[in-house]
């Protein structure tokens, strides 16, 4: 079964593409959301954690997110060891998940929003980049988190710029139209069905 990497700056509308390939019937596997889960439940994982970070990390028995926020998004250093943490539990988590899909899928999805920056598409069979303007960007993530234009400005620093990920992406979604993004979904879908 291939694997299908799909990623896409902060406010791109990766997840509204992600859906619509679930629509298909296509299994997903969300990097981010199983990394949240196995933060919660995994106490060898915890351990690590609070070593890395101290006790604060956890606030009655859940993970402090705003603390560790905090002490990552602006230490280069702290990022890089706390995804060094995390990351190989993801990719153990991952091998799992697909060792149990039945083998009757063409292909598999694995949504993570920074795939290239943490060298995930070595693990993949094709990319797919989903994109939109930056101002577009941004104003989609003020809506949704009800934050402010500088935090989201913050947060894109940390990623990769899109003109970066296009070049080690096999497939674009410009996500501005959602009746183009489905042609294109369903495009893509029929490729990878006949490959």
């Known amino acids: 079964m291939k694997i299908v990497g799909v990623t896409g700056g902060i406010g791109s ?5 992600v859906k619509m390939f679930e ?13 949240k889960k196995l933060m919660h439940e995994s106490k060898q994982l915890r351990h690590k954690i609070v070593d890395f970070l101290g006790e604060e990390s956890y606030q009655e028995d859940k993970l402090n997110r705003k603390f560790i926020a905090k002490e ?27 060792a149990d899909l039945e083998n009757n899928n063409t292909y598999c999805i694995y949504e993570a929003a920074i795939l290239f920056e943490s060298n995930r598409q070595k693990i993949c069979d094709y990319t797919l980049l989903v ?12 809506k949704r988190d009800n934050t ?37 979904v369903n495009k893509i879908h029929k490729f990878l069905q006949d490959k």
Not at 13 to 17: A, E, L, Q, R
Request: aromatic letters at 8%.
């Open 23 to 35: 629509e298909l019937g296509v299994p997903i596997y969300i990097a981010d959301e199983r990394a």
């Open 72 to 98: 990552i998004f602006n230490d280069t250093k702290k990022l890089n060891g706390f995804n060094a943490i995390v990351h190989p539990e993801v990719h153990n988590d991952f091998k799992k998940w697909k």
């Open 131 to 142: 994109t939109a303007p930056e101002d577009v960007r941004i104003k989609r993530v003020i």
């Open 148 to 184: 402010k234009e500088s935090e989201v400005i913050e947060r894109m620093n940390h990623q990769w710029s899109e003109e970066r990920k296009k070049k080690l992406a096999d497939f674009i979604i410009y996500n501005m139209d959602l009746d183009k993004t489905k042609q294109d």
């Open 13 to 17: 509308g990766k997840s509204t593409v």
